[in-house]
């Protein structure tokens, strides 16, 4: 299970933090995303961090501005959001990453999809 | 880091099948064997149905099926039900350690 927290309502330039509080799995042993939607728009794909937090990753339009980390010993992720725009105004969703198994064998931990999602937390910026 | 093009909508009648195409380049779609296919009803969370371009998740029916062909992917859905009415999105990985969806396809079962 999945349950983020942390969104609500800010004001353009501001900060927040979001939370992926993960159960019921190993959470040291899957890579992890945020992915977000805006009202009444597709999927976009946020940022990515490995299992040790050791591999990070982030999409043109947050990259400077978006952190990501995750603490295993508490089985949750984070996202922290700095110089927060209208245009992020969005659902933001934790996803974990699917495995990739060759010949069905583990081979790695990014099989490049998104196994099992969050119910998403809403980050609203505006003035 | 350009979206993958789906159609808007599509539709289709109880019974019947519908397919939903994803249309990437040689540097996503093309050149990975990572399309996934995503349902998600209003209100709710994206559900994976498809990964690997044709791979089923446990306890998907086989109803869902993907399929690829050079640069575009596709979704069939077969003996369409009225509770498959939802949005249907793609993803591909697109190198560089960077994922990309699709804008997204409302399906209505007529």
């Known amino acids: 299970q999945l349950v983020e927290s942390g969104g609500g309502l800010v004001q353009p330039g501001g900060s927040l933090r979001l939370s992926c509080a993960a159960s019921g799995f190993a959470f040291n042993s899957y890579a992890m995303n945020w992915v977000r939607q805006a009202p009444g728009k597709g999927l976009e794909w946020v940022s990515s961090?490995?299992?040790?937090?050791?591999?990070?990753y982030y999409a043109d339009s947050v990259k400077g501005r978006f952190s990501i980390s995750r603490d295993n010993f508490r089985n949750t992720m984070y996202l922290e959001m700095n110089s927060l725009r209208a245009e992020d105004t969005a659902v933001y969703y934790c996803?974990?990453?699917?495995?990739?198994?060759?010949?069905?064998?583990?081979?790695?931990?990014?099989?490049?999809?998104?196994?099992?999602w969050g119910q998403g937390t809403l980050v609203s910026v505006s003035s | 880091q350009s979206a993958l093009t789906q159609p808007a909508s599509v539709s289709g009648s109880p019974g019947q099948s519908i397919t939903i195409s994803c249309s990437g380049t040689?540097?996503?779609?093309?050149?990975?064997?990572?399309v996934a296919w995503y349902q998600q009803n209003p209100g709710k969370a994206p559900k994976l149905l498809i990964y690997e371009d044709t791979k089923r998740p446990s306890g998907i029916s086989d109803r869902f099926s993907g399929s690829k062909s050079g640069n575009t992917a596709s979704l069939t859905i077969s003996g369409l039900q009225s509770e498959d009415g939802a949005d249907y999105y793609c993803s591909s990985y697109a190198g560089s350690s960077t994922m990309v969806f699709g804008g997204g396809t409302k399906l209505t079962v007529l």
């Open positions: 996803a974990k990453e699917g495995r990739y198994y060759s010949s069905g064998t583990y081979y790695n931990e990014w099989g490049h999809y998104f196994e099992n």
């Open positions: 040689s540097s996503d779609v093309g050149k990975y064997d990572a």
């Open positions: 961090i490995s299992g040790t937090g050791g591999a990070i």
